[in-house]
Structure formats: C-alpha cells, structure tokens
C-alpha cells in the first residue's frame, strides 16, 4: 500500500522560499512522485513531477525556473524547493504517485493513484 504525506508548508512573504517534503512507503522504481496544486474553485495545477526510472524531472510552465523537484532514494522522500515565491502561488499542494507514467501523461492528475492530504501554503505581499 503506497503511503505519502506532504510536510514544510507555511507562510512565507513574496519573494522568499519553502521546501515542501513528500515522505513516500511502498513506492519502487515504476513510480512517478508529482506535485500539483489547488486553489477553491479552481482545477488542480501541474507542478511538477520526478519520473523514479530515468530520474527526469518535469515542470509546469507557471513554475519553471523558480521551483526545483529533487529526490532522497535514501529515505524515500521527494523534495520540492520553491524560490521567488509570489502571491499566485498560494494554494494547497499535494504530493501523488503514479506507476509506469509516459511524459505526455505526467502533467495529468487522473494518471496519479495516491494522493498525500496536502499542505497548505501561503505567500503574503
């Protein structure tokens, strides 16, 4: 049974940084780890994502430049550093894993099965 939960979310001004954690059971080398996220009464957001395999990573276009995935094989937790952090990115995030994921399907939340309860973050101007 695949297990995830989100951790590091808080507030922070415009312009700082956050480092979400994803801490990740019963995962293996199938799994895709992405990060989306949601804001009420809007489509959850493509974030970004890390394919286990090939060790690639993937990025929304909102985030590009600004956020970097990375992964900790050794304690099974996939990271998510955010940079020149702005109001727009305020929402809740969500850690998901998904197996044997093809590229054209990993910016599309119905490929992830397992979903973390998510962290809240939140940017002040």
């Known amino acids: 049974q695949v297990q995830l939960q989100e951790s590091g979310g808080g507030l922070v001004q415009a312009g700082g940084s956050l480092r979400l954690s994803c801490a990740g059971s019963?995962?293996?080398?199938?799994?895709?780890t992405g990060w989306f996220r949601q804001v009420p009464g809007k489509e959850r957001e493509f974030v970004a994502a890390f394919r286990r395999r090939d060790s690639r990573t993937y990025y929304g276009d909102s985030v590009k430049g600004r956020f970097t995935i990375s992964r900790d094989n050794a304690n099974n937790l996939v990271y998510l550093q955010m940079n020149r952090l702005n109001t727009e990115d305020t929402a809740v995030y969500y850690c998901?894993?998904?197996?044997?994921?093809?590229?054209?399907?990993?910016?599309?939340?119905?490929?992830?099965?397992?979903w973390g309860q998510g962290t809240q973050v939140t940017v002040s101007s």
């Open positions: 019963g995962t293996s080398r199938e799994y895709t």
């Open positions: 998901a894993a998904g197996t044997n994921l093809i590229t054209s399907s990993i910016p599309q939340d119905i490929h992830y099965r397992y």
